[in-house]
């Protein structure tokens, strides 16, 4: 387990991280630590000099790396906190501390068996001291956990309970040990609590990664807006500007309309965040306001709102109705009508923008490449600010049928 955890970090190029690298070393010692003991119960009752040497090298390394796990665990504890909070390595120093007292006492018990004999038939004896053993690896066990305590306001429930895991589990696999002969529970312990820290790991990481793609998309939107400012912009004062020739009174009018657009909304030209449909049909009543001063009688609007109690990104539907009318209505001889309507079913509402205008192949130009950067513009946003998504049906002659749904949820 440990051993393909280790594996997923490395496949994964997370050494990059402080995190992942600190947690590496546990993985590792944990491993060098049950491939000692698994030499040793190899070596148990079976008769000559090299399983002897074998026996006694599993369980000296099976002492030392109790300790240089704890070392580990307390310097990943360490690394995890000081990513959150300014925190200094002192805790650190008192493990490094006892766990290498305990370390340099393992070797004094090679020359007096204070702690494990092997004897004749290469069986391993716990000894009078072998307590001390233990006691000293509680000791570590015991800072690191005052570290988890002192820090837990910067840590959420998931971290809390997988550093502290860490803690608990070993501590009562300890004293089983020690009341139980023969009975080997601290490796279970360490392994479990290392699959819950590596949960966590992935936890943070899915949150991270939801985050950064948030914030990508936000990024996205940004640059689409910045495209759609001006375009809108440029639009109307077209407009504006062609019946200065045309019809002077109505573009003093348009004008007026305009201006008074753009003080109450200009607002929502800058809007990140999907905004509420009636503020859209605003937005769309304005444009169209400013589209019949230049076509006249030549553009007939037809509304047929159902409902308005929905959220969606800004300008999306205003955006289809403009190109209903430049490339629909405009292009035909003697105008024609746009139609708005909404509706909503039990899992999503539905924007529809139909017009009788002179249509196009889609699905020509969609393989062709040759769909307007606004409609991507718009489908690229419905889908990234609230999982909405756009239809297009359309023939040459016989107009256009755009739908945007928006789910529920």
């Given at each position: 387990?440990?051993?393909?955890?280790?594996?997923?970090?490395?496949?994964?190029?997370?050494?990059?991280?402080?995190?992942?690298?600190?947690?590496?070393?546990?993985?590792?010692?944990?491993?060098?630590?049950?491939?000692?003991?698994?030499?040793?119960f190899y070596s148990i009752g079976r008769a000559g000099a090299h399983f002897?040497?074998?026996?006694?090298?599993?369980?000296?390394?099976?002492?030392?790396?109790?300790?240089?796990?704890?070392?580990?665990?307390?310097?990943?504890?360490?690394?995890?906190?000081?990513?959150?909070?300014?925190?200094?390595?002192?805790?650190?120093?008192?493990?490094?501390?006892?766990?290498?007292?305990?370390?340099?006492?393992?070797?004094?018990?090679?020359?007096?068996?204070?702690?494990?004999?092997?004897?004749?038939?290469?069986?391993?004896?716990?000894?009078?001291?072998?307590?001390?053993?233990?006691?000293?690896?509680?000791?570590?066990?015991?800072?690191?956990?005052?570290?988890?305590?002192?820090?837990?306001?910067?840590?959420?429930?998931?971290?809390?309970?997988?550093?502290?895991?860490?803690?608990?589990?070993?501590?009562?696999?300890?004293?089983?040990?020690?009341?139980?002969?023969?009975?080997?529970?601290?490796?279970?312990?360490?392994?479990?609590?290392?699959?819950?820290?590596?949960?966590?790991?992935?936890?943070?990481?899915?949150?991270?990664?939801?985050?950064?793609?948030?914030?990508?998309?936000?990024?996205?939107?940004?640059?689409?807006?910045?495209?759609?400012?001006?375009?809108?912009?440029?639009?109307?004062?077209?407009?504006?500007?062609?019946?200065?020739?045309?019809?002077?009174?109505?573009?003093?009018?348009?004008?007026?309309?305009?201006?008074?657009?753009?003080?109450?909304?200009?607002?929502?030209?800058?809007?990140?965040?999907?905004?509420?449909?009636?503020?859209?049909?605003?937005?769309?009543?304005?444009?169209?306001?400013?589209?019949?001063?230049?076509?006249?009688?030549?553009?007939?609007?037809?509304?047929?709102?159902?409902?308005?109690?929905?959220?969606?990104?800004?300008?999306?539907?205003?955006?289809?109705?403009?190109?209903?009318?430049?490339?629909?209505?405009?292009?035909?001889?003697?105008?024609?009508?746009?139609?708005?309507?909404?509706?909503?079913?039990?899992?999503?509402?539905?924007?529809?923008?139909?017009?009788?205008?002179?249509?196009?192949?889609?699905?020509?130009?969609?393989?062709?490449?040759?769909?307007?950067?606004?409609?991507?513009?718009?489908?690229?946003?419905?889908?990234?600010?609230?999982?909405?998504?756009?239809?297009?049906?359309?023939?040459?002659?016989?107009?256009?049928?755009?739908?945007?749904?928006?789910?529920?949820?």
């Open positions: 387990m440990c051993l393909a955890i280790m594996a997923c970090i490395l496949i994964g190029d997370s050494l990059k991280d402080r995190i992942n690298r600190a947690f590496i070393w546990v993985l590792l010692s944990n491993v060098v630590l049950m491939l000692s003991d698994a030499l040793a002897f040497v074998l026996s006694f090298i599993g369980n000296f390394f099976t002492f030392q790396f109790s300790y240089v796990i704890i070392m580990c665990f307390s310097n990943y504890i360490n690394v995890y906190l000081a990513s959150k909070i300014q925190i200094k390595r002192i805790a650190v120093h008192m493990v490094y501390g006892v766990c290498g007292l305990a370390i340099v006492l393992t070797f004094f018990s090679l020359l007096n068996n204070m702690y494990f004999i092997i004897d004749e038939n290469n069986v391993y004896h716990r000894q009078g001291m072998y307590w001390l053993s233990q006691v000293l690896g509680m000791i570590g066990l015991a800072l690191n956990s005052i570290e988890i305590i002192r820090f837990r306001k910067s840590l959420n429930r998931m971290e809390t309970f997988a550093l502290a895991s860490y803690i608990v589990l070993p501590i009562i696999a300890v004293v089983i040990q020690v009341s139980v002969y023969g009975y080997v529970s601290v490796y279970i312990a360490s392994t479990l609590t290392i699959l819950f820290i590596y949960i966590g790991m992935q936890a943070q990481f899915q949150k991270t990664l939801k985050e950064n793609e948030l914030q990508l998309t936000q990024s996205r939107i940004a640059i689409m807006l910045s495209q759609i400012q001006p375009h809108f912009l440029y639009n109307a004062l077209a407009v504006i500007s062609r019946l200065c020739d045309k019809d002077p009174a109505q573009a003093k009018k348009a004008t007026i309309e305009f201006s008074a657009y753009l003080r109450g909304n200009m607002d929502s030209l800058e809007e990140t965040k999907p905004i509420s449909f009636e503020k859209e049909l605003k937005h769309i009543e304005g444009f169209i306001n400013l589209e019949k001063a230049m076509y006249g009688d030549a553009l007939n609007v037809i509304y047929d709102i159902k409902t308005k109690d929905f959220f969606l990104p800004a300008l999306t539907a205003q955006s289809i109705v403009e190109n209903a009318i430049k490339h629909g209505i405009g292009k035909r001889e003697g105008g024609g009508t746009v139609k708005i309507c909404t509706s909503e079913t039990d899992g999503e509402f539905l924007v529809t923008v139909s017009d009788d205008g002179v249509g196009f192949e889609y699905e020509k130009a969609a393989h062709n490449g040759r769909l307007c950067i606004g409609i991507n513009n718009v489908r690229q946003r419905l889908s990234g600010q609230c999982g909405g998504a756009l239809e297009i049906k359309s023939e040459n002659g016989t107009g256009t049928v755009v739908t945007i749904s928006i789910p529920k949820s």
